[in-house]
């Protein structure tokens, strides 16, 4: 059974980097699409970006100048990284994985994990 | 960037009544690429419907998608008390971002 953990610190200060990690079990990164979605409180959900095991990235234009995807095959992980955060970036952050047999829809995610700005 | 609206916001009925939810993108989109999520307070989305109207694993057949082009909509034939929660259509085409829906809530009546 494919399971997704994130981790990372819950509070981040204004103006830094907000890193996350996300631990894959039951099944290698060494495949499948890796996603990051984040869902402020009370709101929406908005999909950040994707990292490919062949290397491939591609992110939400409104956040590109500031995010970073990127994948360990050797720990079976992968990672955000959000720079420059505001209080606009609370969000609760979700991992999940991308299956293009079915046309990337997401069937495995992370519980997902509360990250709030403040000084 | 594909801007899908969903409709109605909120709707109240009653178990074992039928639900009807519509998402509607602003540009024609393959119907491969449309996908529904439900989600619980407090939880990740869960996977309904992908491909527009393939059910994933475990959902049962209570919930169907149908849809083309721009208008998509998902259907469950009689709720049950599990079923009130909020649901999101999401998009991933060839160009990012892989947009959602603003959701819809199925509440009790």
């Known amino acids: 059974q494919v399971q997704l953990q994130e981790s990372g610190p819950g509070l981040v200060k204004p103006s830094e980097t907000l890193s996350l990690t996300c631990t894959v079990s039951?099944?290698?990164?060494?495949?499948?699409?890796w996603i990051w979605i984040r869902q402020p409180p009370g709101k929406g959900l908005e999909w950040i970006g994707y990292?490919?095991?062949?290397?491939?990235?591609n992110y939400n234009p409104s956040l590109k100048s500031r995010v970073s995807i990127s994948g360990d095959t050797s720990k079976n992980q992968f990672s955000l990284k959000l720079s420059s955060v505001t209080a606009a970036d609370k969000a609760v952050y979700f991992c999940?994985?991308?299956?293009?047999?079915?046309?990337?829809?997401?069937?495995?995610w992370g519980q997902g994990t509360l990250v709030t700005v403040s000084s | 960037e594909i801007v899908l609206t969903q409709s109605p916001g909120t709707l109240s009925l009653s178990p074992g009544e039928r639900a009807t939810l519509s998402c509607r993108a602003s540009?024609?989109?393959?119907?491969?690429?449309l996908a529904w999520y439900q989600q619980k307070p407090g939880q990740a989305p869960r996977l309904l419907i992908y491909?527009?109207?393939s059910r994933a694993t475990g959902i049962p057949d209570r919930f169907s998608g149908s849809g083309s082009g721009t208008d998509f909509t998902l259907t469950i034939s009689r709720l049950e008390p599990e079923d009130f929660a909020i649901y999101y259509c999401?998009?991933?085409?060839?160009?990012?971002?892989?947009?959602f829906g603003q959701g819809t809530k199925v509440e009790i009546k």
């Open positions: 999940a994985r991308g299956d293009a047999l079915t046309g990337m829809a997401l069937e495995y």
């Open positions: 039951g099944g290698p990164i060494s495949s499948y699409y």
């Open positions: 990292f490919h095991y062949s290397g491939t990235t």
């Open positions: 540009q024609s989109i393959s119907s491969t690429y």
């Open positions: 491909g527009a109207s």
């Open positions: 999401q998009q991933y085409g060839s160009s990012p971002p892989w947009t």
